[in-house]
């Protein structure tokens, strides 16, 4: 299963987090039973299945985050596109035109993969290289950048 794969549950799970950080266990506890309806031991294995992914960290009581939620997005869109595409952007654009389509069939939000205007420069300027993809106006900066690591 995939590093940075969420299921619906899990995502507005973490959206309390990123929202809320640093939170303490308890108070995470009760935003989860007001907001998601949920008990003690299902947010606490919940936070754990998520802190092994590496995502958030439980230290003495705090849950923080190890990856903002832009990084997360970034990191999901690169492996998307590693997985689908072999990591060729190109292949990317060319094959899918619309996001809504491939976000349907990975199902992840639209947003995670790119967003109307990115989609139509690419189209236009082709990047092949990071260079060239940093060219590429209203692109993601967190996914150009979290690239080169």
């Not at 995470?28 to 590496?54: A, D, I």
């Not at 995502?55 to 003495?60: Q, V």
Request: hydrophobic share 40%; glycine share 4%.
């Amino acid at each position: 299963m995939s590093e940075y794969t969420m299921g619906a549950v899990e995502m507005r799970f973490a959206e309390i987090i990123w929202e809320h950080e640093p939170v303490s266990s308890g108070e995470l506890v009760k935003l989860c039973e007001q907001e998601l309806n949920w008990k003690k031991s299902t947010t606490y294995t919940v936070l754990r299945r998520l802190c092994q992914k590496g995502i958030f960290i439980s230290e003495n009581g705090v849950v923080t985050s190890l990856l903002s939620k832009q990084m997360f997005q970034a990191r999901q869109s690169e492996e998307i596109i590693e997985e689908s595409f072999a990591g060729s952007l190109p292949d990317f654009v060319a094959a899918f035109t619309s996001r809504k389509k491939l976000s349907k069939k990975l199902e992840v939000p639209p947003y995670v993969i790119f967003q109307d205007p990115s989609l139509e420069a690419m189209a236009t300027i082709y990047p092949v290289t990071l260079d060239e993809l940093q060219k590429v106006p209203e692109r993601r900066n967190a996914m150009v950048k979290s690239s080169v690591n």
